[in-house]
């Protein structure tokens, strides 16, 4: 669902149904020149592929805001190319292929809740917390004496994402992950 909105009452995070997609308002700017009319010039990114772009639009011109749903979904299982989550209000289940989700699905776990964001019932965005514990399945052991500062070894986590951690980390410890970077953060 969308609604007609004036750009003179444009707000950070609201989000705009445009020709070519969704945008949410990362900034915005009103600019009124010396001469000529007030204008708004504005940064937007791409809800689906995360491209911002910037755009400018004159003083009270309308276009359509649209109506975004958040929900807590708890993660359930794969199956297949599908991740099946629950809401955790409703306890309905929703199948959404594991490409809509992009990165986000390198993180997830059994059982973890993330906000799912809707449109029109479509899935438009993931967010998760910051960082998330993960276990190391496969890696390879230290070796004693090997300090050299900063050194890093690939480390294969429970969800299948292989991220680069310090070389004392082993098998079956947990380590905090950052969900933006997917970087290691620390142990756990």
Not at 15 to 36: A, M, R, W
Request: a negative charge; aromatic letters at 6%.
């Amino acid at each position: 669902m969308s609604v007609s909105t004036s750009t003179n009452d444009f707000k950070n995070g609201m989000t705009l149904d445009l020709p070519d997609g969704l945008y949410g308002i990362v900034e915005f700017q009103h600019v009124k020149p010396g001469k000529g009319g007030a204008f708004v010039r504005t940064k937007l990114k791409n809800l689906r592929t995360g491209a911002v772009i910037e755009r400018t639009y004159r003083a009270d011109e309308k276009l359509d805001q649209a109506i975004i749903d958040k929900s807590d979904m708890q993660f359930l299982y794969r199956d297949g190319t599908q991740v099946v989550f629950m809401d955790t209000a409703t306890y309905d289940q929703l199948q959404v292929e594991d490409t809509v989700l992009g990165t986000a699905v390198n993180f997830l776990k059994e059982g973890d809740i993330v906000s799912l964001s809707t449109y029109e019932g479509e899935v438009v965005a993931t967010e998760l917390p910051a960082a998330v514990e993960l276990t190391v399945t496969e890696t390879e052991p230290g070796i004693q004496g090997d300090r050299v500062s900063g050194a890093r070894k690939p480390a294969t986590l429970e969800t299948g994402i292989v991220v680069q951690v310090p070389l004392f980390v082993n098998i079956g410890e947990k380590i905090k992950v950052d969900t933006r970077s997917g970087e290691y953060l620390t142990r756990a």
